[in-house]
């Protein structure tokens, strides 16, 4: 134990008053004559031992107040490994604010952002002396106050721009930044954290700020807090007239009971769904909506819980793309070719005109126009020039997909167009006769394409293949169907931008009976529909992520505007090479509409990032330990700010524990020397 004020010591010496004034009493003492002394003589052996016992103990209750009281006065601290150096002027803080997503959860009715400005007044409070004081922001990463502050000194935190973010924070990365950034000379050095701490620190804070003190300022859990996890649409092809099944995931994160929860889903404004349950605490459900979209286009939905003590997570909306309609172009060698591929297009286009097709006879693929097709196919293509190699990997990089069945006339193909499109390279040309024939079988069975497939008996509505191309494949290329020689004959390729879907044997019926089979109309329909839903524009992002849209080549000169959740309006100017937008102000959570010329063109959303959500916290031990439990303190919202940071500079303060001595002393001494009415009646009637 040391004194911050040791000469207050000297006051110990007061402790011998009650001492000198009992002995200076004693000898003033005056005889008084009695009568008779017989019964003042039998209490000598009782009574009045145990008065010069009480009066001792009186005495030495006494002393020890008035060494309570100067031991009270002088500063008693228990002292710590502190490598605090006593100066007025070589002081340095750093305090850190997370104003992330998580720090928007309430607690008694308050956020904990919005006890940050109390916090940090009791920090600047606890200053002596001169203090370089530097504040941060951590998201988005900003230096908020930066001066020398004087002891006493009034600051208005309100005055100070920090706004609750709806971004995630990278607390220790950039903690560890401004401390390797600030000057290191001063020898008293404290950073102050204000945070949730929803991970733990890097592993090298225990050795590379070990002349800094850490004050970690927790925060505790929200009890009232069910949330949205996940929101997702589970089909891969989406039409108007076809159910979709939306998959949402809700979690109890707080630690009560909730009964009659609504969990509501809305399309384009619309209630689509509703589900009604209770919640555990600590638990999740998963639920399952199934809505009919009504229309095509971009829909924008949301699903909604009521509010309770964290918010952000009490809605999340989306985007589902229903396309309108397949700009479909069939490029074949020949009339003969093309009549097959029209007759499927036309079965899966209907009454309704879903595809808009274009056929063309092309011996030699030279001169292609691509700008308003979503699908290319490719019938036993010839030869290809080099401009129309340019033109359709353009067409593949800008979202477009390319179904290639490959005949006769492959082999003949060059390696610059074997490379240019990645194509598989040719080994030879299997022909079967009489009647043989190879079967086909599922080598990716999770494959979209079959998924919710309505086919009695799939084996059965395989084609029988007679004639097919031979191919090696490479690394990147994803076999979807094979022959039962484990030869591949369809094929996924993938390229920048999209995928090319490529058959080893052609629609021709000498080659196989594909043309015939029930499969072949739904297998086309479903790769058409993964061809054009283009769900990038309108895919789901994290707060503050940058959002990248690819616009239409038609388009591109229009003005560009994309309104924000709250309602604001911001100009875009388009990436004119790229031909998309690249929009980086995605700091508030909902959705976003992208307008071209004021007529919308697409929609996509925010969302939280998994570490902003208030469950997530690392434990108080293991922050300290990595931190250095020597150098590092843990204040809770209810603990004394001024006297904990003092207490961690000079020590632990023990003035409140003489004090309460004080008063259990004084409480003692008040009852033992009080005036006894039954002990004088008893003398009395002695007497």
């Given at each position: 134990m040391s004194f911050l004020y040791p000469t207050v010591l000297w006051g110990l010496i007061a402790i011998s008053l009650p001492l000198i004034i009992h002995l200076f009493s004693i000898r003033k003492n005056q005889k008084v004559e009695f009568s008779s002394i017989r019964h003042i003589r039998a209490l000598k052996n009782e009574s009045i031992k145990k008065l010069k016992i009480l009066n001792w103990i009186i005495i030495?209750?006494?002393?020890?107040?008035?060494?309570?009281?100067?031991?009270?006065?002088?500063?008693?601290?228990?002292?710590?490994?502190?490598?605090?150096?006593?100066?007025?002027?070589?002081?340095?803080?750093?305090?850190?604010?997370?104003?992330?997503?998580?720090?928007?959860?309430?607690?008694?009715?308050?956020?904990?952002?919005d006890q940050t400005p109390s916090e940090i007044s009791k920090i600047i409070s606890s200053f002596e002396g001169l203090v370089n004081l530097n504040v941060f922001q951590t998201t988005p990463p900003k230096l908020i106050f930066s001066a020398v502050v004087e002891k006493g000194e009034q600051i208005n935190v309100g005055d100070w721009n920090i706004n609750q973010s709806m971004g995630e924070d990278k607390l220790w990365t950039f903690t560890d930044s401004v401390l390797k950034t600030v000057d290191?000379?001063?020898?008293?050095?404290?950073?102050?954290?204000?945070?949730?701490?929803p991970v733990e620190p890097m592993r090298n804070f225990i050795d590379d700020f070990t002349d800094w003190r850490f004050y970690l300022f927790g925060r505790g859990y929200p009890n009232n807090n069910i949330?949205?996890?996940?929101?997702?649409?589970?089909?891969q092809i989406k039409l108007p007239n076809d159910?979709?099944?939306?998959?949402?995931?809700?979690?109890?994160?707080?630690?009560?009971?909730?009964?009659?929860?609504?969990?509501?889903?809305?399309?384009?404004?619309?209630?689509?769904?509703?589900?009604?349950?209770?919640?555990?605490?600590?638990?999740?459900?998963?639920?399952?909506?199934?809505?009919?979209?009504?229309?095509?286009?971009?829909?924008?939905?949301?699903?909604?819980?009521?509010?309770?003590?964290?918010?952000?997570?009490?809605?999340?909306?989306?985007?589902?793309?229903?396309?309108?309609?397949?700009?479909?172009?069939?490029?074949?060698?020949?009339?003969?070719?093309?009549?097959?591929?029209?007759t499927i297009l036309e079965s899966i286009s209907g009454p309704e005109d879903l595809i808009d097709i274009?056929?063309?006879?092309?011996?030699?693929?030279?001169?292609i126009f691509l700008d308003n097709t979503d699908v290319l196919i490719l019938q036993d293509p010839n030869i290809f020039s080099i401009t129309s190699i340019e033109k359709i990997k353009k067409f593949i990089q800008n979202g477009g997909s390319i179904l290639w069945f490959a005949g006769e006339s492959?082999?003949?193909?060059?390696?610059?167009?074997?490379?240019?499109?990645?194509?598989?390279?040719?080994?030879?040309?299997?022909?079967?006769?009489?009647?043989?024939?190879?079967?086909?079988?599922?080598?990716?069975?999770?494959?979209?394409?079959?998924?919710?497939?309505?086919?009695?008996?799939?084996?059965?509505a395989f084609p029988q293949i007679f004639v097919y191309n031979k191919v090696i494949l490479d690394k990147s290329h994803k076999s979807i169907l094979s022959l039962n020689n484990d030869d591949p004959f369809l094929i996924q390729i993938p390229f920048p931008g999209s995928n090319i879907y490529f058959f080893s044997s052609f629609l021709d019926l000498k080659w196989n009976d594909f043309g015939i089979k029930g499969l072949l109309i739904p297998m086309i329909y479903r790769l058409l529909m993964f061809s054009i839903i283009d769900e990038h524009n309108t895919s789901m992002i994290f707060v503050d992520d940058p959002k990248t849209i690819y616009l239409d080549k038609d388009l591109i000169n229009s003005k560009w505007m994309i309104k924000l959740p709250s309602g604001d309006e911001i100009l875009v100017v388009p990436?004119?090479?790229?031909?998309?937008?690249?929009?980086?102000?995605?700091?508030?959570?909902?959705?976003?509409?992208v307008f071209a010329d004021d007529e919308f063109y697409t929609a996509f959303s925010t969302r939280l990032s998994p570490f902003e959500f208030p469950d997530l916290r690392e434990e108080k031990p293991r922050l300290l330990e990595i931190l250095g439990i020597n150098r590092s303190e843990w204040i809770d919202s209810d603990s004394d700010v001024i006297s904990t940071i003092k207490a961690q500079r000079h020590g632990r303060s023990l003035w409140r524990t003489f004090l309460i001595i004080c008063?259990?002393?004084?409480?003692i001494e008040s009852f033992l020397s009080r005036p006894r009415i039954g002990a004088l009646k008893n003398i009395s009637n002695v007497k």
């Open positions: 030495f209750l006494r002393m020890s107040i008035i060494a309570s009281l100067v031991f009270m006065a002088s500063g008693p601290i228990i002292v710590k490994q502190s490598s605090w150096i006593p100066s007025e002027k070589e002081s340095l803080a750093v305090i850190i604010v997370d104003n992330s997503a998580s720090m928007s959860a309430m607690s008694d009715g308050t956020s904990f952002f290191s000379n001063i020898p008293n050095k404290e950073c102050f954290i204000l945070s949730d701490f949330g949205i996890k996940s929101v997702k649409a589970l089909n159910l979709i099944d939306i998959s949402t995931r809700v979690d109890n994160i707080g630690s009560v009971l909730r009964s009659d929860v609504p969990i509501e889903l809305y399309l384009d404004g619309d209630r689509a769904g509703q589900i009604v349950t209770k919640f555990q605490p600590g638990k999740n459900k998963d639920f399952l909506f199934q809505v009919y979209p009504g229309k095509s286009g971009v829909i924008k939905g949301r699903l909604e819980i009521p509010k309770d003590d964290f918010i952000l997570d009490n809605f999340q909306t989306f985007e589902l793309n229903i396309p309108e309609k397949i700009f479909c172009k069939v490029i074949a060698s020949s009339q003969e070719k093309l009549l097959i591929i029209k274009e056929l063309k006879v092309k011996p030699e693929v030279d001169n492959y082999k003949s193909l060059n390696e610059i167009t074997i490379k240019s499109f990645n194509l598989p390279k040719y080994n030879e040309l299997v022909s079967l006769s009489n009647e043989s024939y190879f079967s086909v079988k599922i080598d990716d069975r999770e494959n979209p394409i079959f998924q919710e497939l309505n086919v009695r008996d799939l084996k059965s990436n004119y090479d790229k031909e998309q937008l690249y929009f980086t102000q995605t700091s508030e959570l909902g959705s976003y509409q008063f259990g002393l004084f409480f």
